[in-house]
């Protein structure tokens, strides 16, 4: 009987095997080029980092050095004693958190309405919805301002939340995803007893994963980035979020950059500890988006 199962066990064709390790061998020189231009996008962080660790004497010296003859933490000193940025971080994290679970759900919900659900001008309401992403943020600001200005959210940490709520974008992206599924899957459910609600909860998100991730981490990376509204709407430096605060340590006529840097650095190490954690389903996530480069 062994001997039967060992005969009948399919042996790979060389001639698929061959050209594998040939293509794996072929490519290997891509590394070569590669490895310059991973360099090159890392000289902007690495020269923030050196530069948070480098004296006041010798920031401001002709030529700039780029490898300063000492290092010191007075800027980091600097930054957690004469800044709230502690308090900052924790804002920025309130708004990206709520932004990105509010996207999750709101976003994947109305998604699931235009791609399914049949209701009197669903293609209209949803042409709508997509218009508004090419109207220029510029032309908002002063009507969104006015608004929130009525409602009470002015100087506040709701006025940079809401905005993050939900998205054209975020509404276009799930309900192209939602499409692609076959639309038996859902409809076996329904013969078999299940709610609207339910075939959406059991039967289309866990099969949503890569859209659901696309859609977080583009909205944790605009949320945490976000500058130009809280700029116009937070004048409060209890509801600054780490971008604004690190804004204001900019002035006029002199700069400290030691502090800036550091602050930099600190807004910058969430996302890459983040980035270094879901590494693989942020390729994934590319993948899956289209984007290249």
């Known amino acids: 009987m062994a001997v039967q199962m060992l005969s009948r066990t399919p042996v790979p064709d060389a001639s698929i095997v061959v050209p594998r390790r040939r293509r794996s061998r072929r490519h290997w020189w891509w590394h070569l080029v590669l490895a310059p231009v991973a360099l090159l996008f890392a000289l902007p962080f690495l020269q923030m980092f050196l530069t948070a ?7 401001n010296k002709f030529p ?16 957690f004693a004469q800044s709230d940025i502690l308090r900052w971080l924790l804002n ?18 109305a998604g699931y309405g235009f791609a399914r659900l049949k209701f009197p001008g ?17 032309l908002l600001m002063v009507p969104t301002y006015v608004m929130f200005a009525r409602v009470g959210l002015i100087d506040t ?6 905005p993050w709520l939900a998205s054209a974008f975020g509404i276009f992206l799930m309900r192209q995803f939602f499409l692609s599924l076959p639309a038996e899957l859902e409809e076996a459910a329904v013969l078999d007893g299940c709610s609207r609600l339910a075939v959406f909860w ?7 994963k890569p859209a659901l991730a696309t859609l977080a981490i583009f909205t944790l990376l605009g949320s945490w980035n976000d500058l130009v509204w809280p700029l116009i709407a937070i004048n409060d430096p209890a509801s600054f979020t ?16 030691s502090l800036l ?33």
């Open 64 to 79: 700039p050095r780029l490898i300063p003859s000492s290092l010191t933490l007075d800027g980091f000193g600097k930054l």
């Open 242 to 257: 780490v971008q604004l605060g690190i804004t204001n340590f900019q002035g006029d006529r002199r700069t400290d950059w």
């Open 92 to 109: 920025t994290v309130i708004v990206s958190a709520v932004g990105v679970t509010a996207h999750l759900v709101l976003c994947s919900l």
């Open 202 to 208: 059991r039967i289309v998100l866990p099969l949503a």
């Open 261 to 293: 840097m550091a602050g930099n650095v600190v807004a910058t190490l969430p996302l890459i500890v983040f980035f270094m954690i879901a590494q693989k389903q942020f390729i994934a996530t590319m993948t899956f988006s289209g984007l290249k480069g």
């Open 157 to 162: 940490l709701g006025a940079a939340i809401v």
């Open 122 to 138: 669903r293609t209209f309401g949803f042409l709508a919805i997509v218009a508004t992403i090419m109207i220029p943020t510029q």
């Open 53 to 59: 660790l480098t004296p006041a004497s010798e920031i």
